[in-house]
């Protein structure tokens, strides 16, 4: 059974970090490019970062200004998005994606809140 399972989310005060980490299971993670995505209340899903299915190509959305690091551990089926210096507007629902060729799977989605 393809599972993706994410956690890390809470609230954070503004200018604090948080880490997220994406539990994949059931699929072959290390063949998989990864992304994460966000989703805040009345926002379309955007992509935040991604990174390649060995690790050596990242990307990352203009709008994170190089406060957030993807990083994977493919024998542990892991990926990782490190996030510092969140603002409010980081506040939204943070999904991981694992995609190759048509194939692609999602997980639940871990809340992330941003507030004094």
């Known amino acids: 059974q393809v599972q993706l399972v994410e956690s890390g989310g809470g609230l954070v005060q503004p200018g604090g970090s948080l880490r997220l980490s994406c539990a994949a299971s059931?699929?072959?993670?290390?063949?998989?490019?990864v992304s994460w995505y966000r989703q805040a209340p009345g926002k379309e899903r955007e992509l935040v970062a991604g990174?390649?299915?060995?690790?050596?190509?990242?990307t990352y959305a203009d709008s994170i200004e190089g406060r957030f690091t993807i990083s994977r551990d493919n024998a542990n089926k892991m990926v990782y998005l490190q996030m510092n210096s969140l603002k409010p507007e980081d506040t939204a629902v943070y999904y991981c994606?694992?995609?190759?060729?048509?194939?692609?799977?999602w997980g639940q989605g871990t809340q992330v809140t941003v507030s004094s």
């Open positions: 994606n694992a995609k190759r060729a048509e194939l692609a799977y």
């Open positions: 059931g699929f072959t993670f290390s063949m998989y490019a």
């Open positions: 990174i390649s299915s060995y690790g050596n190509v990242k």
